[in-house]
T-cell receptor, first 114, second 112 residues
Framework: DSGVTQTPKHLITATGQRVTLRCSPR?????VYWYQQSLDQGLQFLIH???????AKGNILERFSAQQFPDLHSELNLSSLELGDSALYFC?????????????FGNGTRLTVT | SQQGEEDPQALSIQEGENATMNCSYK?????LQWYRQNSGRGLVHLIL?????REKHSGRLRVTLDTSKKSSSLLITASRAADTASYFC????????????FGQGTELSVKP
């Protein structure tokens, strides 16, 4: 058990809808990362927060947004969903920023857009 | 965008054999990490090797890093069926504020 909790585990929704994925990092970890994993794109870095501040952005679509709250949990909001957004979305946490310590991954949220 | 590229994409071996996976990357890095993923599950961290290190061991795992060639290898010795998984390298680039970029992974199958 990594200590990182992601909810929900599965999400099925229709095109055009909006969903929110939630992540609770491991106790004591200040950094949160979001990744999208699909068969054709592999594991894509979306965004990184450290102690509430955005630190790095990857190939995150404008339809997607994220934030990290004062209690350090994070949410990833996906809107105007398209079929191609169907993927596994992972949250990971680490002690420090900068990718200089191991990441601890949650078990992901599997999003299916129909 | 992918920074690390793993080779081979897939590897099938017998139990007891050694498995070697390679990773190449493009830019200067702070460190390189290896992760393992069982089908549909979260990734699990295996080893972190810093840019000033050349080799690191953890149990049956041995990782090497050659910054001049921008490459790393992961060796699993005396493999077991339970080692069957996908293995990914990930790089933390200089001055990129915390991006940890993963390669496409090597799918390892260890047959009993």
């Amino acid at each position: 058990d990594s200590g990182v909790t992601q909810t929900p585990k599965h999400l099925i929704t229709a095109t055009g809808q909006r969903v929110t994925l939630r992540c609770s990092p491991r106790s004591g970890d200040l950094s949160v990362y979001w990744y999208q994993q699909s068969l054709d794109q592999g594991l894509q870095f979306l965004i990184h927060y450290y102690n509430g501040e955005e630190r790095a952005k990857g190939n995150i679509l404008e339809r997607f947004s994220a934030q990290q709250f004062p209690d350090l949990h994070s949410e990833l909001n996906l809107s105007s969903l398209e079929l191609g957004d169907s993927a596994l979305y992972f949250c990971a946490s680490s002690e420090v920023a900068g990718g200089n310590s191991p990441l601890h991954f949650g078990n992901g949220t599997r999003l299916t857009v129909t | 965008s992918q920074q690390g590229e793993e080779d081979p994409q897939a590897l099938s071996i017998q139990e007891g054999e050694n498995a070697t996976m390679n990773c190449s990357y493009k830019t200067s890095i702070n460190n390189l990490q290896w992760y393992r993923q069982n089908s549909g599950r979260g990734l699990v961290h295996l080893i972190l090797i810093r840019s000033n290190e050349r080799e690191k061991h953890s149990g049956r795992l041995r990782v090497t890093l050659d910054t001049s060639k921008k490459s790393s290898s992961l060796l699993i010795t005396a493999s077991r069926a339970a080692d069957t998984a996908s293995y990914f390298c990930a790089t933390a680039e200089y001055n990129q504020g915390g991006k940890l970029i993963f390669g496409q992974g090597t799918e390892l199958s260890v047959k009993p």
